[in-house]
């Protein structure tokens, strides 16, 4: 394969380009006017040949205009620039592919206009800088495209690519001649010092360089300043001032182009010879070389000249910076002094003086720059001069029209091509593929190891193009032959960038984002059509590589045609074999052929043809040609030829006929073939059919489902070298050897098929779907079907293997139906007919473990019944032949000796007895092993059936849901586990997962759909008999009655792993385990305490218990009291996520649950109760792994109630502060002394001692007084009484709101039971009895609370459990008065003041002193509730009492108001 010119884009309207830029030229606007023949006078009968050359003449004038513009591409292909004198175009390269021309990418025009400022001003050169984005999620795309335009002025502009200014300035006072770019480059060897980005500007006397950082910097702020003047409507920006080098080029007379090298470090002896040469021999030498900066220029006087820069020598010339701060100081000052010296008039001046500096700015003076050496020829003018990529050489045209390649580092013209006048030449570096081991079987170690070395290799191609000739041509650089030439337009021009994206550097280009696709070289032609140069790597190498070389190209271009088959117009097999053959190597001859036969959509019979051709070309060649490589090569022909023969025939043998129907097998038929009971089957059967309703659902097949493509089929297998053991020469020899020494025809060799070792398993089952999916439906026979495959001669056990992955992937398909099991069973014996017996042993160890660990327990089974009989068939018949055999040899040896007695006969025949026994108890071990399988998997079904059933939230009975409230919690709040996350088992996880693995993967299905605890005992193995007769018609529907039926035989046949006890410790344990990876949902940790309660044995429950408290709740619970200890209130939503992890609404909910953990350890009595039973049925004793939980539940330590009280305190507590979000209190430091605070969150069964002494006053009274407030914000969560609206009752009331309440305010006098005010004064009491507190005055003082907030009727129920009357009747005194106050003082009117007249008058000032402090929630009680108090009162106070006058005296106020 040779080089190649690939269409890439077109200008969208070529024409119009060029009718802008060349307005002038009229032949162009001829073009579009048809000529009719009435528009000439002379109709050509006397046409001259002068008329003829002159019309040709213009023609190529014509079409030369694009030569004559000034253009550039930029190297990411996606703006292009082209002027001509003053006028300009921008076009950008947009995605428009087309049907008639087959281009993808179209040049449209951005912008068009003219650049020039001044009147005579043109444009003489243009440069596209891509520039690099600095987001970090770029994929190496340009961020934008800057456009550097040089002018006849010596201005330099840049521009957006929308045509906007950016910068202008005059570095200096001549026309520029050439605008070169070099951006950052990794270097291609370490040691190679990185070059820097800059642009430099040529004049004809002096050379510009600015720094590309400094550039991108100075683009990057422009265009940020463009776009905010853009969004504040203004068109004015402050363009910061480049930093610049300028030199001056000294002794050449002429300069028309230049190269920059960058900074190069001569060697010693370069050193020496330059300082020897300029300074002679009284030069002084550097001890380290100085690094400068190396230009090369072409012209005239010398033709090449060679400039060196040191490095440090010049700083950049900041002249318009230093005039810009003048002028800002100057401006400064003049108005800061105006005011003083009166110079104020003067400012006009001034400014007029300031813009005619800057219309006219001041250019700085070049610093010489003497040349070093040159290439001196007095009559070669130069033209151009192009650097190579490796800025090692560089080539350059002249006058003579010669293309010259000269060598930087040394100075000297190495190659020189004739003959190209007005050349344009480029550049095009290639690198070597890097292929591996695997995709490169011909690289020798030394090259793979010469690769990793170095890296891959780079070729450099020089193209020269010569418009006069109308050819391009591509050449070896230095020494090499033209490797390519193309017949090409001559008014072509030819572009090389020679740079890439400015702004990337060391770190940025090595990220492969970053990394974009650059255009070397690319080819316009006049009518728009842009191409570009594709040159193989393998056209620099020398005739010993190409051969190598030459196979890499074809077999790349083998996969560009397989690619794009469809557009091949010739037949497909026969490009593809003219490429095969054309392969030289054999090696990389099968990579090609085995990519054609992987290649996706190719026609079995195309495929077939290929293999078919390279067969006969390889055994067409003389057989002593066919080295090692190529025998293997044709044996693998031979075997891609059969595979594919026998594609062929499953095609046409699988055909899936969608009308038939599938007839029934008997189960006596499948019984005889097992050899089992016709009950046994139906049994078996029936278990199936359940465990395929409750773990699968419909799946509709399609026909691709058993269908492959030929390439699929094809990679699904790998061939192998098999040798023969009989070898004729040395044991030490090896297989190559001996293959080389064969004979003709290669007889040693021997290629056999395999399934791949990389095969997944979706192939292999899609694979054995197309091999035994049409046997297992019943489409054709097993004989039939074994007949064609066994010609593929893979190993039986291999098929076996693959038809039981089938099996169990497809059991919905396959357990339907007898007639399925009967065929799996007629398959087997076909293929173990033709297993080794060595290999027989083996095989039915891989099927036991295939089965063993299948999570599909319903196919596992049939197919285990179906794989043990068929074993057992096979080793009896293997046992009967060989005792045939040892029966035939002894009568042989009883022939030859006569004389032996019959006592010896005997003997030998009772010893030939016994050595036959010896295979029987292979068998038996063997029937035993299947059995116990088949046994297992018949539990593991069981099991399954239940993981996978999924009952409704409907599905269980009103008494069941009520029985479990935790359950019934959860299901409201919706929050319980994912139920996607679907339960698989095996026999191989239930051994493996410890003795307690059956109980927790009942548990997380019953975590997952929320089955009720009361649900799971009556279905245990030990209440389901006894319950049977009691809960007959308690199931909502048929689902939860069958669900019971499958719970029930599942605890039948595991009566010990679910036991009551065990399972719900399991399902406790799994709820809250959820709950941790999710703690927001509380009700989790709710639903574990229900399971909990049901836990009969109290060792086992406390157990549970105990660790539920040490692994889950006491590091939250100390979290949180310690930040509640610290802010001294209840924490806010953050500060909980932060420092507890939950919410602060989930936070009060845990607390309150884990008061109730701690209650149900507290209440535990373990000591009278025996150990429960944690053994295993006996099929699975043989389980591994770690310890049960309910094991490790019992060991757990008996806890200390000390211990225990006192984090019931501490959780109470904290309960209450966040329930009623109280503040001001520091539960740790106020209501627990320093023991107490140092036994918080140790152990519960760590010996701390009770204390035996009284409790500090000042704690006691902070108890008494947190107390109070804890009643208190109880009282207060209900709505004051008497003013509760009817709508919003509901939640407060005990009793159902009738359907039309009376209209007003409602009078509440029960409330619900969970409501705070209902519970947490009785746990106030019951913390103030463990605190030793008061407990009667905390009574008292709730009765106080609800009189305030109207509720009487709850008041008095409390009342009666008061026991200091005394005390209780002066507080109720006051409430009294209170709410008199209420009535005479604060709601004063006419009435109310004739009634105060009537009472005494120090009754009247004790009222007005309460009414100075109202703490009445409920304002406006009845007045016969308020009776009723103070008859209470009065008849509690003795009359002895100092009150009980003022008692008489309320008595008799209350009564003025009824």
């Known amino acids: 394969m040779s080089c190649v010119l690939t269409n890439i884009g077109c200008f969208e309207d070529s024409f119009a380009v060029r009718k802008f830029l060349f307005p002038n030229n009229k032949e162009a606007e001829k073009e579009d006017i048809g000529l009719d023949g009435w528009d000439d006078a002379d109709w050509g009968w006397n046409q001259d040949e002068e008329e003829e050359e002159s019309k040709e003449e213009k023609k190529d004038e014509q079409e030369n205009w694009l030569q004559e513009c000034q253009m550039s591409l930029s190297p990411t292909n996606d703006l292009m620039v082209m002027a001509y004198e003053e006028r300009v175009v921008f076009l950008q390269q947009k995605w428009d592919p087309r049907d008639d021309d087959g281009i993808d990418y179209r040049y449209h025009t951005v912008y068009k206009g003219a650049l020039n400022q001044d009147e005579g001003e043109c444009v003489t050169s243009v440069l596209c800088i891509p520039l690099a984005s600095q987001k970090r999620s770029s994929h190496g795309a340009p961020d934008w495209t800057c456009v550097v335009v040089g002018f006849t002025s010596g201005y330099v502009r840049m521009y957006t690519e929308t045509g906007a200014l950016l910068l202008s300035q005059l570095l200096h006072e001549d026309p520029i001649l050439k605008l070169k770019c070099r951006t950052y480059e990794i270097p291609r060897y370490p040691g190679i010092a990185e070059q820097q980005e800059e642009l430099t500007i040529l004049y004809p006397s002096a050379l510009v360089t600015i720094d590309g950082f400094s550039l991108f910097q100075s683009l990057r702020a422009c265009r940020n300043q463009l776009a905010r003047a853009a969004a504040s409507g203004s068109d004015q920006i402050q363009p910061p001032p480049l930093a610049y080098k300028k030199w001056g080029l000294v002794r050449q007379d002429a300069t028309t182009d230049h190269i920059s090298c960058g900074v190069v470090t001569p060697c010693a002896f370069d050193q020496l010879n330059a300082d020897s040469i300029i300074h002679g021999y009284t030069a002084s030498v550097k001890a380290m070389p100085p690094a400068s900066s190396r230009y090369v220029t072409t012209g005239v006087g010398p033709f090449v000249g060679f400039f060196y820069a040191l490095e440090g020598i010049s700083q950049p010339l900041l002249s318009d910076v230093a005039m810009a701060m003048a002028s800002k100081l100057k401006s400064a000052f003049l108005s800061a002094a105006s005011g003083w010296f009166g110079i104020g008039g003067s400012r006009q001046g001034t400014e007029d003086q300031i813009g005619g500096n800057r219309h006219k700015p001041k250019v700085e003076p070049a610093t010489s720059l003497p040349i070093r050496f040159g290439l001196p020829d007095l009559r070669r003018s130069g033209d151009s001069l192009l650097l190579s990529p490796g800025l090692n050489v560089a080539v350059s045209t002249d006058s003579f029209g010669r293309v010259i390649l000269i060598d930087l580092v040394r100075g000297i013209a190495v190659r020189m091509w004739k003959g190209y006048r007005d050349a344009q030449c480029g550049w095009i570096s290639v690198t070597e593929d890097i292929l591996r081991d695997k995709s490169d079987p011909a690289a020798t170690k030394a090259q793979r190891q010469r690769t990793r070395q170095f890296g891959a290799r780079v070729a450099l191609f020089l193209v020269i193009y010569a418009p006069r000739r109308g050819i391009l041509e591509i050449w070896n650089t230095q020494q090499g032959p033209r490797v390519a030439a193309f017949n090409v337009p001559k008014s072509c021009q030819l572009l090389c960038p020679g740079y890439g994206m400015m702004g990337l550097n060391s770190l940025s280009i090595q990220d492969s984002r970053a990394k974009p696709q650059t255009l070397q070289c690319c080819l316009i032609q006049a009518d728009g059509l842009v191409r570009t140069i594709g040159v193989p790597f393998h056209l620099a190498l020398s005739d010993k590589n190409s051969k190598r070389a030459h196979d890499l190209h074809l077999v790349k271009k083998l996969s560009g045609l397989l690619h794009h088959k469809s557009t091949v117009k010739d037949p497909l097999g026969e490009a593809i074999t003219a490429i095969l053959v054309d392969i030289k190597i054999s090696s990389y001859k099968q990579q090609a052929l085995e990519k054609v036969l992987l290649a996706r959509g190719m026609s079995p019979l195309v495929l077939l043809h290929v293999v078919r051709s390279m067969a006969s070309h390889l055994q067409a060649q003389e057989p002593d040609c066919l080295d090692y490589e190529g025998r293997c090569l044709l044996h693998y022909c031979a075997l891609q030829e059969e595979l594919l023969q026998v594609y062929t025939k499953l095609q046409g043998l699988h055909t899936i006929q969608e009308d038939r129907c599938e007839t029934e097998t008997p189960a006596k038929d499948l019984a005889a073939a097992l050899d089992v009971s016709p009950d046994s089957i139906n049994s078996w059967h029936q278990q199936v059919l359940t465990y395929l309703v409750v773990a699968h659902h419909t799946k509709v097949h399609f026909a691709s489902d058993y269908h492959m493509e030929a390439s699929a089929f094809v990679g699904c297998f790998q061939s192998y070298v098999e040798h023969q053991e009989a070898r004729t020469s040395g044991p030490d020899q090896g297989d190559s050897e001996e293959v080389e020494e064969g004979g003709p025809e290669g007889d040693e060799l021997k290629m056999r098929l395999k399934f791949k070792s990389t095969l997944t398993e979706e192939y292999s089952i899609k694979l054995g779907l197309f091999l035994y999916g049409g046997c297992l439906r019943g489409e054709c026979s097993a004989d039939d079907l074994c007949a064609i495959i066994k010609k593929m ?666």
């Open 793 to 1458: 001669d893979i190993p039986s056990e291999e098929l076996m293997i693959l038809l039981l992955k089938v099996w169990l992937q497809n059991e919905q398909d396959f357990l339907k139906l007898r007639s399925h099991t009967l065929t799996l069973h007629n398959l087997l014996v076909a293929l173990s007919q033709s297993t080794q017996a060595s290999k027989k042993a083996t095989c039915w160890t891989e099927m036991q473990k295939l089965l063993s660990n299948s999570e599909r327990v319903g196919a596992a089974l049939m197919a285990a019944v179906v794989a043990k009989q068929v074993a057992m068939d096979t080793a009896s018949s293997q046992s009967a032949s060989e005792t045939s055999e040892t029966l035939a040899t002894d009568e042989a040896g009883l022939d030859d000796e006569q004389s032996k007695t019959e006592a010896d006969d005997s003997q030998s025949s009772a010893m030939d007895v016994d050595a036959s026994g010896g295979g029987w108890v292979d068998v038996t071990l063997d029937r035993q092993l299947w059995d116990q399988l088949a046994r297992r998997l018949e539990d593991v079904l069981a099991l399954s059936c239940i993981a996978h059933s999924k009952p409704s939230k409907d599905s269980f009975s009103q008494p069941e849901k009520a029985s479990a409230k935790a359950w019934s919690a959860s299901q409201d709040s919706g929050a319980l586990v994912n139920e996607s996350q679907l339960i698989e088992v095996s026999v191989t996880k239930i051994l493996e997962g410890g003795k307690g693995i059956i109980a927790e993967i009942v548990a997380r299905w019953v975590a997952q759909h929320g089955v009720p605890p009361s649900f799971l005992s009556s279905c245990s193995a030990s209440n389901h008999a006894l319950l049977e007769s009691a809960n007959e018609g308690t199931s909502s529907d048929d689902v939860a009655r069958q669900l019971k039926e499958l719970l029930q035989v599942l605890c039948s046949r595991f009566p010990r792993s679910l036991c009551h006890d065990v399972m719900q410790a399991h399902c406790t344990w799994e709820y809250v385990v959820q709950w941790n990876k999710n703690t927001e949902v509380t009700d989790l940790f709710r639903s574990a305490l229900g399971h909990l309660q049901t836990i009969r044995n109290p060792l086992l429950q406390h157990g549970i218990a105990s660790m539920m408290w040490h692994t889950f709740a006491v590091k939250r619970v100390s979290t949180a009291a310690f930040l509640i200890d610290k802010i001294g209130k209840a924490p806010k939503e953050r500060l909980c996520r932060k420092d507890v992890g939950i919410s602060d609404v989930s936070l009060e909910r845990f607390m309150g649950l884990c008061c109730e953990l701690l209650d149900m350890i507290y209440v535990v009595e373990t000591e009278s109760c025996l150990a429960p039973s944690l053994e295993v049925e006996d099929l699975w004793q043989g389980i591994q792994g770690p310890t049960p939980l309910a094991e490790l539940a019992v060991s757990q330590p008996l806890p200390n109630h000390y211990m225990v009280d006192l984090h019931k305190q501490l959780t109470t507590s904290l309960h209450a502060i966040l329930v009623f979000n109280m503040k001001s209190i520091k539960p740790l430091k106020v209501l627990f002394d320093y023991k107490a605070r140092n036994a918080f969150f140790r152990d519960l069964d760590a010996p701390v001692m009770q204390p035996a002494g009284d409790v500090d006053l000042g704690i006691q009274n902070n108890r008494q007084h947190f107390m109070t407030r804890i009643i208190t914000a109880a009282v207060e969560s209900l709505p004051p009484n008497h003013s509760v609206d009817p709508s919003q009752a509901d939640r407060i009331c005990h009793s159902p709101v009738p359907s039309s309440p009376a209209p007003g305010p409602m009078d509440i006098r029960r409330i619900r039971r969970s409501h705070p005010a209902h519970v947490w004064p009785g746990l106030a009491i019951q913390l103030a009895i463990a605190f030793g507190g008061d407990v009667d005055s905390l009574k008292r003082h709730h009765v106080c609370e609800l009189y305030k907030s109207g509720y009487d009727t709850m008041a008095q129920e409390v009342l009666v459990t008061v026991t200091e009357s005394t005390q209780m009747s002066i507080q109720l005194i006051n409430v009294i008065g209170l709410r008199l106050a209420q009535m005479f003082i604060l709601d004063a009117n006419t009435v109310s003041l004739s009634r105060q007249s009537s009472l005494p008058a120090s009754l009247i000032t004790w009222l007005k002193v309460l009414a100075k402090e109202p703490t009445l929630r409920c304002p406006h009680p009845p007045v016969p509730d308020t009776a009723h108090i103070v008859s209470k009162a009065v008849g509690l106070l003795p009359e002895s009492h100092p009150q009980y006058a003022l008692g008489l005296q309320l008595v008799e106020a209350v009564g003025s108001l009824t």
